[in-house]
Structure formats: structure tokens, C-alpha cells
């Protein structure tokens, strides 16, 4: 597999340190608010990333974390009258529910900086005590200037971070690069006992710490949004390559933007859309189809349309498991043929490549619905298809649409007896030649919210998308 590493700016082949595992990490959400659907982007995609790695036998560990102490999240709590804490676990709570709705898989852990801070306040020290950070005033600050490769992910030289940033006035800052580790505690916030006095950590230490303790020094891939590539995860690798003496990750990945009609989503541009309202609007599964359906390092656009165009796709795919399913029924004995097992294994193999060619899901999706073509074509033809076709072509398209995380809302319902009834009473007054009786049996079953069809196969129902 070859990834885009945003450290090297090309492709690589993907190596993990430990043949057979692969560690990631993914930066998780400041629990204030809903997510918003830019936020749902990188959770849909780097699961599918996770699935996929899966797939092809590796052993994943995939940590994400809660930033549950934050100036959003204490203002918010100030504004209610209740405690942070109350703040951020009704967030975490509100966000595990979109991401199940979206079919994301929980992190083998997920970390909360308010649990962690006995690992924060280590790894600040160590850089405080080997001269990479200093205090001020009961903050915490790094010494940009101390790390010689800073810049080295945004591809910025420091001299021309510098002469875009903001000089303070009055600042306590030996530089106006260094950035806060620790922050001395205000009236009114949650504080924690350090060396320097109370007071709650910067944003950035936070990844670097909870990286360090549940999967080491270096890990094989760090991932979010192209928005946190500097400063957040400029500072992150800064912190850790000085705390730890070693590579923090080898590999970075990073999705692009989300537009809304072509704009920048912004509350000042009143386009802003929370994950729960669209998913209650258009369902959770068209998001997740859109937030795949093109590379995802590409710019990708919310509209209206382009969520139904995605619906419109999932009910291709859906209708397909259902010529399957009724195909099923009407198979006839008989194995796989060598060329359509040939067949079979060119689906496979060029999903796999399109995958192995950085998470390529846009190409891997074409296949799948020319896997869906190929499919329709067989189980509706006029032969009924064998057993071994039906059961062989099921499994594989079950199995890449899994990859993907799809195909997961619509669950199988029985068809109701009543129907059953209706539709044996229609046979049967099509059998006496009573077509008009027919038909008005049709139409009540039609007002029941299902279809009957006369295939090659025989009578098939089924129920109304």
C-alpha cells in the first residue's frame, strides 16, 4: 500500500514499524458542541482507513481522543451554571451517537485529557528540564526556536512562520513562536496541581502526551484535517521529537476541506451544519457515502443534490443485495465456473489496488458498482444463476461494501402474511383469467407500500424504497 505523506509530500510505501500491527492515531474532537459535518469527514474516512488496513490482516490499534477542558467548554459551562465536566461528557455522549449513526467504529481507546493529566504534566517537565520549554509567571512555553526541523510538516520555514505571526504586547514569551504547554489557572476554571503552580495544559500537549502512553514514542500514522497541520501538528511533533528523543509518526495523512455550495462552512456565512441536523434530514448513510465517494485528500461539496445523488447510489446498491437475496431463492445447483471465478477475482484485485493507492475510495466504489453491474446482469438474466455464482458474487459484494462501512441501515424485514395472502390471491385470479381483479389486488398491495414483479425467476415482492 502507498500513502501520501504530507511530511514528504509523495507517495511512499506503507512499512509499519511492527510487521503485521499498525498504530494510529486520530485527533478527536473538543467536546463543547454537536460535530459538525467538516468534523464528520475525517471520522468517516480515517474508519475506512482502519477497515481497510484491517482487511488486508493487519492488526490495528486506532487511539482517538476527547479534549474534554478547553476555553469553548469552559465559557459554554460558565453560560449553563454546571461544571466542565458536565459540558464535556454530554458531548462525548452526543458524539458517539452520530458516529455509531454514521457507522464509525469506537477507538480502542478513547482518551480524555482531564485522565491524563498526570502524563501531561511528565512530558512537560522533561522539556522544561532538558531546556526545550520554560516557565513564565506560572505558564508553560516551548522554545520554537530550540526544535532545528520546525516547520518540517506545514513546509514553512520558521523565518516565514515568523513573519506571519502575531507579536503580543507585553508578552511574557522569550519569542512569538513559543506556544503555551501549561497555563496558569483563572478564576473560575478547572486547574490541576503542577510543578509550576495550578493551572490546565495547552491545546497541543494533550496529543503528544496520550500518543506517548498508549502507543509509544513513534507511531506508524498520525491523521485529521488539513486544518490542523500547522500549528496543531507542527507543535505536536516540536514537542514529542524533543520529549522523547525519537520520530513521532511516520506517516501523515490529511483529508480535505468540506464546502457548502461552493462556500466555506461558517456560522458568520450562516452555513453552518451540524452532523445531526443533516444525518435527521437526508439519513447518516449518504454522508458517510459522500464523505468517500472522492479522494480524500480532494475538496469535496455539500449540497442538497449531491446528498440525494448519494441516496440515489446507496438505493443501487441496496437493490442489488436484493436481486441477490432473490436470487437466492431460485439458483440452481451448480459451482462456480472457472471464468466467472476469474471474474470474480478481477473485482477483488482491482479494489485492492485502488485501495492500496492512498485510500483511493473514489476508484474503489467504481468497482464496486461495476461489481453491482455484473451482478444485476447474471441473477436477472433468463437462466437462472447457479448456487455457486449467487453465493460467491454475494460474498464478495457484502465483503467490499463492509470495507467501506455501507450498507448498514436497511435491515431485512419478512414480508407480512397479509401480503403473502394478497399476492397468492393474485396469482390466483390471474390464473382464472380475471385480470381486472388482478390488478385491483395489485394496487391494494401497491397501497400497503409494496411492489409485486413478474421476473424469469417467478413472482417477486418487496417493499418500497
Known amino acids: 500500500m502507498k500513502i501520501y505523506n504530507t511530511l514528504t509530500r509523495e507517495k511512499q510505501e506503507f512499512v509499519p514499524i511492527t510487521p503485521g500491527k499498525v498504530k494510529i492515531y486520530a485527533c478527536g474532537p473538543t467536546v463543547y458542541n454537536l460535530i459538525h459535518i467538516g468534523n464528520a469527514r475525517p471520522i468517516c474516512v480515517f474508519d475506512t482507513l482502519r477497515r481497510y488496513l484491517t482487511y488486508r490482516g493487519y492488526e490495528v490499534e486506532f487511539v482517538q481522543n476527547f479534549t474534554d477542558v478547553d476555553d469553548k467548554i469552559i465559557k459554554r459551562a460558565n453560560e449553563e451554571g454546571v461544571q466542565s465536566s458536565v459540558i464535556s461528557e454530554r458531548y462525548i455522549a452526543e458524539y458517539l451517537k452520530d458516529a455509531h449513526a454514521l457507522n464509525v467504529m469506537d477507538a480502542t481507546v478513547h482518551p480524555k485529557v482531564t485522565q491524563n493529566m ?50 503580543e504586547v507585553n508578552s511574557v514569551k522569550e519569542d512569538p513562536m513559543d506556544f503555551a504547554l501549561w497555563k496558569a489557572s483563572k478564576p473560575g476554571e478547572p486547574s490541576w496541581k503542577s510543578p509550576w503552580g495550578e493551572g490546565r495544559p495547552g491545546w497541543h500537549i494533550e496529543c503528544s502526551a496520550m500518543v506517548r502512553k498508549f502507543l509509544g514514542e513513534t507511531i506508524d500514522i498520525h491523521c485529521g484535517g488539513q486544518d490542523l497541520i500547522f500549528p496543531h501538528h507542527e507543535n505536536e511533533i516540536a514537542q514529542s521529537e524533543c520529549a522523547n528523543g525519537a520520530p513521532f509518526a511516520n506517516y501523515w495523512m490529511h483529508n480535505g476541506y468540506i464546502n457548502i455550495d461552493n462556500k466555506k462552512m461558517s456560522k458568520s456565512l450562516g452555513n453552518f451544519i451540524t452532523t445531526r441536523a443533516a444525518g435527521e434530514q437526508f439519513g447518516y448513510e449518504p454522508l458517510r457515502l459522500l464523505m468517500i465517494q472522492a479522494h480524500y485528500r480532494s475538496q469535496i461539496n455539500y449540497t442538497q443534490e449531491i446528498v440525494e445523488s448519494c441516496a440515489a447510489s446507496l438505493e443501487r446498491l441496496y437493490n442489488c443485495r436484493a436481486n441477490i437475496d432473490f436470487a437466492k431463492q431460485h439458483a440452481v445447483d451448480g459451482e462456480l465456473s472457472a471464468e466467472q471465478r476469474e471474474t470474480l477475482e478481477s473485482f477483488r484485485t482491482r479494489f485492492i489496488e485502488a485501495m492500496d493507492d492512498d485510500l483511493n475510495t473514489a476508484d474503489a466504489l467504481s468497482v464496486i458498482f461495476d461489481l453491482v453491474r455484473e451482478i444485476n446482469t447474471n441473477v436477472q438474466s433468463s437462466e437462472a444463476p447457479t448456487k455457486g455464482y449467487v453465493e460467491a458474487f454475494s460474498g464478495l459484494f457484502e465483503e467490499l461494501t463492509g470495507v467501506l462501512g455501507l450498507l448498514y441501515q436497511k435491515k431485512e424485514e419478512p414480508i407480512p402474511q397479509e401480503i403473502l395472502d394478497l399476492v397468492q390471491a393474485r396469482a390466483d385470479a390471474r390464473k382464472a383469467k380475471n385480470f381486472a381483479l388482478a390488478d385491483q389486488i395489485r394496487d391494494e398491495i401497491a397501497q400497503k407500500g409494496y411492489v409485486v414483479e413478474e421476473t424469469r425467476q417467478g413472482t417477486r415482492i418487496s417493499k418500497k424504497g
Open 118 to 167: 498526570g502524563e501531561i504534566i511528565k512530558i512537560v517537565k522533561t522539556l522544561v528540564d532538558n531546556g526545550f520549554a520554560y516557565e513564565a509567571n506560572g505558564d508553560v512555553y516551548f522554545r520554537t526556536h530550540r526544535f532545528s526541523e520546525y516547520g518540517k510538516l506545514s513546509h514553512m520555514p520558521l523565518e516565514d512562520l515568523e513573519a506571519g505571526a502575531r507579536i
